[in-house]
């Protein structure tokens, strides 16, 4: 059972930064894929960005690729989302997600754990 909680969220201005973590826990967390999704008002969970469970392989949603970089160190347990040039469509609340598997996976319904979720807010 893997535990994993978010941080990192808050509120920047339009073009500003912000870098959220996803801790994990009471797993090998090397040996868990892990994924970063969001939720906007009225919308449907997004996929952001994954990273497999070595951190050799990444992959980005559309919407922002160039802007956001995925990460991990596997010696503290904890995965990293890099957000640059924040939009005021980028608001949500992001949650990580972890499954048992080396490779990258973009496919939420796969996804067996999930954090509680971190709330940001991108202000024109």
């Known amino acids: 059972q893997v535990q994993l909680v978010e941080s990192g969220g808050g509120q920047v201005q339009a073009g500003g930064s912000l870098r959220l973590s996803c801790a994990g826990s009471?797993?090998?967390?090397?040996?868990?894929?892990v994924g970063w999704f969001r939720r906007a008002p009225g919308k449907e969970r997004e996929f952001v960005a994954a990273?497999?469970?070595?951190?050799?392989?990444?992959y980005f949603g559309d919407s922002v690729k160039g802007r956001f970089t995925i990460s991990r160190d596997n010696n503290k347990n904890t995965v990293y989302l890099q957000m640059n040039s924040l939009k005021p469509e980028d608001t949500a609340v992001y949650y990580c997600?972890?499954?048992?598997?080396?490779?990258?996976?973009?496919?939420?319904?796969?996804?067996?754990?999930w954090g509680q979720g971190t709330q940001v807010t991108v202000s024109s």
């Open positions: 997600g972890a499954i048992r598997r080396a490779s990258t996976v973009t496919d939420i319904n796969q996804y067996d754990y």
């Open positions: 990273i497999s469970g070595s951190g050799s392989s990444t």
């Open positions: 009471g797993g090998t967390f090397r040996n868990y894929a």
